[in-house]
């Protein structure tokens, strides 16, 4: 086993066993989405309360109306980086931690092509 996989083994475990799991680069090297986004989309970070334990952001996609420039923004509320065991377990949990390429442009195709959708 490389040394990779047993990092990202002990990550699993820090989890399972609820201990702290630290948002710092600790485990930034180990647990990295390669590839994040296709640019079809404006992402950028909102202000969140302090009671909120999520990241909010904006979602901005272009307008496909003739020649405007107005964008169809979205707000969205991505999950805390402390994930409970109970988060784990499930059909599918894999949108609770980011939003995924694919997530991205099926979004961008459905707005570009509403009226198939209507």
């Known amino acids: 086993m490389t040394e990779l996989a047993r990092q990202r083994w002990r990550m699993l475990g820090e989890i399972l066993l609820s201990k702290n799991l630290q948002t710092s680069c600790e485990h930034d090297d ?5 590839f994040k986004t ?10 969140s309360n302090d009671q909120d ?3 909010w952001c904006k979602i901005e996609f272009p307008s496909f109306q ?21 988060d784990l377990i499930g059909f599918n949990n894999t949108g609770n931690t980011c939003i995924w390429p694919s997530e991205e442009v099926l979004a ?3 707005l570009k092509e509403k009226e198939i959708f209507e």
Do not use: E, H, P
Not at 38 to 47: A, D, E, I, P, Y
């Open 53 to 55: 334990d999520g990241t």
């Open 66 to 86: 003739d020649n405007q420039s107005n964008v169809i923004s979205l707000d969205i509320r991505l999950c805390s980086t402390k994930i409970d065991y109970a």
């Open 38 to 47: 296709f640019g079809l989309c404006v992402r950028s970070s909102l202000k």
């Open 30 to 34: 180990i647990s990295i989405m390669r």
């Open 108 to 110: 961008f195709y459905c």
